[in-house]
């Protein structure tokens, strides 16, 4: 049976300034409660397609749609839609201090809720147990600039997760955290898309492709879509990785034989 599309991008192009190309007649589909990824080198255009489909940036060509309705600067400003639609779709800027604003580490997960017009009450419920799921209920009082990289990236996806989107938009979640907190953050991907959200990570990290075993669009550092297919086939075909600047290739020297080249693709296990 077919997979519900949840989120689709129909021949979407976007340039900065108008001249500077960032993405190029993207069209890609994303199902419903499933998990998705899209990879590729630094400046392939990855963060800008995420953007695109949160509503943050408008495409100079083609169409974003959420649920069969198109989403633009047009329907964003009606107000049914733009609630209906940032109730529903969350992003996590790989940047947390982009995303942090206010006083505190719990003002910032309250924030969200209360936009939303639930009461205090039940604001401070919803921030109180994706605190402790996240494991970071000991900083509620601290200041942003007082938490580490690590921390701040628990609290900017803690502040979307009070929201409880039913799309989660992920910008490179592991850059920056340590082998235990990228475990961690594994393991709560996998919780939250078991529970049925939608889950889209832009990422240059392959090993986290791997363990997660996402469907994946490949981008070619042209800006376009270069593959598409499942983490198994795209991880499998190193020309494609190499071809995207995903993988590179050494030259090494051993003492019995000539130089000689290799690709270097590693994971790690548990």
């Not at 494609?240 to 693709?265: G, M, R, Y």
Request: hydrophobic fraction near 40%.
């Amino acid at each position: 049976m077919a997979l519900k599309e949840i989120i689709r991008l129909d021949g979407v192009s976007y340039g900065y300034y108008g001249k500077i190309p960032a993405i190029s007649e993207i069209s890609l589909s994303v199902a419903e409660s499933g998990m998705s990824g899209i990879i590729g080198a630094n400046g392939s255009g990855k963060s800008t397609l995420l953007r695109m489909i949160c509503g943050l940036l408008e495409p100079d060509k083609g169409k974003v749609f959420f649920k069969g309705k198109e989403v633009s600067e047009k329907t964003l400003k009606e107000k049914d839609f733009l609630r209906y639609f940032r109730e529903r779709v969350g992003y996590v800027f790989q940047d947390p201090d982009v995303q942090l604003f206010c006083p505190t580490a719990l003002d910032e997960l309250l924030y969200g809720p209360l936009q939303l017009g639930l009461s205090e009450e039940e604001a401070r419920e919803r921030a109180s147990g994706v605190m402790e799921m996240l494991g970071i209920a000991g900083l509620k009082d601290r200041p942003p600039y007082m938490l580490s990289g690590g921390e701040k990236k628990r609290v900017a996806l803690g502040s979307v997760l009070t929201m409880n989107p039913e799309v989660l938009l992920l910008d490179e979640p592991t850059v920056g955290l340590d082998p235990r907190t990228q475990c961690l953050l594994v393991e709560l991907i996998l919780s939250l898309n078991d529970s049925g959200k939608t889950i889209v990570i832009a990422t240059h990290d392959l090993s986290l492709v791997e363990e997660l075993q996402l469907r994946v669009a490949v981008l070619s550092e042209e800006h376009r879509i270069e593959a598409e297919g499942s983490a198994r086939d795209i991880l499998g075909d190193e020309a494609l990785l190499l071809k995207v600047n995903l993988i590179h290739e050494h030259l090494h020297c051993h003492p019995s034989t000539a130089l000689h080249k290799h690709p270097h693709f590693l994971y790690h296990r548990h």
